[in-house]
């Protein structure tokens, strides 16, 4: 450790050096912290010869780029990203973005969780429950806490059964299948709608199989986006490959609440369109093209592929046995209810004007080359199940399916801009599945008050069973994966449920939410303690990243974690954990496999000497590859080269549209894409949480636009009359990076305001501003901008809630404590379907995110 006495002077332990070197070489302090140690610059740190090392950026931002350290006696100096090979549009580096430019503030911060810990006032059975989330830490040792946990597991297994230990479905929930199995839930999260509508109907299954990939997008006219941001929400290539698009010559339109950073990239002409109005306005697009298609001089409608290979648009497509009148055509006309859903009708609920409307129908005229590409965002709302189905209406209308330059669908996360299938994949990492034998889950939409109630509906494991009501009793609930009681509908009421439970058990490496209000708070590993690991991004490339430190403090990993309640409980851990980590990670470097030039085949992607077999300590055979195994370890990425004309393109659709018999979309029931889809509306309805028809048709949110009124008649507004969305943000990804100072200090984290709201309600930018629903209160600071519509809030999706237990207000600006749990359809959690008042705060002014103290312990 001669490195550190040069720097600092003084004989210091590496973890706390750790801490010193990674904010010294950041030009930060360690306020807060209670370290006097001796700051280096970063020229110093430099002066030792390291290593760069691929690091893991594995947040769920749908990025996945390529990260790498450089590390000097396991102390991080400096990071940088893809230079593996040159750039260029076609072989594009995979860059990484400030969050993963940021990630050793996160390892090595100051608030990392140290030691295990348990509340003061704890006891067995609860103690002063209340206290969850304001009591005191008090440290422990990992013998005391498993010891304990073990104990309480056994406990609440003996008085109750195992219908009363409810689990997120990490390492230690495979414990608990074996233990007698445990309580899971489950939700549509991300997706929305786009869960399970897609399949049944005969669409894409998959979020990447219904659009095109990037290079032949390039040949695209007009592309249409509806709710897309992947400059901040999959930061990585999708943005550039969209500039490319547009550099080829096409024109961008953007259907949106707000005009964002991607859109202002690709200078879009901007639709300004409500939240949760997507429906109504596309139903107002199905009009117009209906009014004014002329097959012969002005042709808009692919009457050809709508006959061959969809069911139910008109009378004479309807599936044997059903009401004719039931059709879209007809609903759409208003022939039968006399409602006929025009550009004006339609304008009334999205507040697009109708002449736009009608520009946007005839910018899909079926003769153009056109990408009409949605998110999900759009669908992660109530009672929007059939907005899938009408995105698929309204591509076969205009026929921009299975056809080069034409394209209808999802582009969003990772595969954002490329579709086709994985051409490069990990393997797998060969543990077992263990059955769960308790088959009681909840949807995310209904755990909380399922929970607090003791009764929910069931409807399978997202089996979308029928409904039945059941009666539980929750007595433990153990986080050992994920952020639910941050990032699942209705946070105010998840804290009730976790001061109602006997016992609450949170993994973490920071004081989370889900550590906060918990009994026990274990301590856990990063990636970058860990031996390693493969990332997927993109279709063409795959990153592998190698362990970067060891273990900070005394932590360790959520499978020690496992293993060692599994002893306790009186379970052999090789059940669930039969080989150790390097052989897990060995596993899924043998079983990678890559396409072979043909486009077709799959082939190892590693070469395995038997060298690198005993030098690992591993189980394996040697094989023939694309890249030798040190070769993959130094560059951590492989990546397929394309360029125009290979064999790895992929048109969505093609073998459907040329041949709807020999091809039929999997799924449907009838093999054709199903505008009338009686499983749709039957699996939907059974569910039992709201209903729906089998075509799409318009149904009112429950908290959407519509609610936002006390008349929807007289446009009385309510006491929520404004419509709040939330971004993706690039401070964080979902949740995580929230605590890093870098971008607490760059990205703010402001609620977005319309410069027309703002006036009327007097506020000014950097104004305290008290955001109120039905289901919670928060703060957060004033940002009056132009980007947003009028009756449209913008508050940041992903902020660590920090309650004040005086007033019951969220200072933090969490967005999930406005949305409540509320459940339609198939369960989705409606996050964009949420309603609120606004007003400037009388109380005392926020302070920046930044330079509120760090949530450290010990």
Known sequence: MDFIDRITGAKLSRRSFILASAAATAGLSLTGCGSSLTQATADQAAGKEGQWITAACWHNCGGRCLNKAYVVDGVVIRQKTDDTHPDSPDYPQQRACVRGRAQRQQVFGADRLKYPMKRKNWEPGGGKKELRGQDEWVRVSWDEALDAIAGEIKRIKTEKDNRSLFADGGPVSKVLALYGGYVS??????RGNWTYTPDVIGYSPE??????????MRNCETVIMFGLNPAWSSAGNPAYNFLQVKKAGAEFIAVDPYYNDTYGLLEADWIPCRPVTDTALLLGVAYTL??????????????EFLKKNTLGFDAESMPEGTNPQDNFKDYVLGTYDGVPKNAEWAAEISGVAP?????????????KKVAILTGWASARTQNTDNLPQLF?????MTGHMGKSGHMCGISCHSRSSN???????????????IKNPVDDSFNDTEMWRAIVDGKYNWTGDQKYYKGETRDIDIRLIYHDSGAALQSRDGMTKGI??????????SHGQFLTTNAKYSDFVLPVTTEWEKIGGFLTGNREMVIMYSQITEPMYECQSDEWIARELAKRLGIDPAQAFPIDAKQQFFNQIAGATTTHEDGKSKIPMVTLMEADIAEWGVQGKPQEGRIGLKEFQEKGIFQIERKPGDNYGFIAFKEFRDDPVGKPRPNSASGKMEIYSQVLGDTIN????SKIKPIPTHIPPVEGYEATFKDWQTKAKGDYPYQVINPHYLRRSHTVFDNVQWLRETWPNPVYISTQDAKEKGLADGDTVLLTSQHGKTLRTACITDRFMPGVIGLPHGSWVDMDEKTGIDTGGADNILCGPVSTGQGVSGWNSCICNMEKYTGASLIPDVEKPQRIIF
């Open 185 to 190: 839930h489950w939700g549509t999260t991300s």
């Open 207 to 216: 979020s990447n199989s219904g659009i095109n990939d990037r290079l032949d």
């Open 290 to 303: 209906l009014e004014e298609d002329d097959p012969i001089h002005n042709p808009l409608i692919d009457w």
């Open 355 to 367: 002449d736009r409307i009608r520009y946007l129908a005839r910018a899909m005229n079926k003769n």
């Open 392 to 396: 698929m209406t309204i591509g076969a």
């Open 419 to 433: 579709g086709g299938d994985m051409l490069v994949k990990p393997g797998s990492n060969k543990l077992p599945s």
């Open 496 to 505: 009730e449920a976790h001061r109602k439970v006997d016992f609450v058990v």
């Open 686 to 689: 059974n569910l039992g949480y």
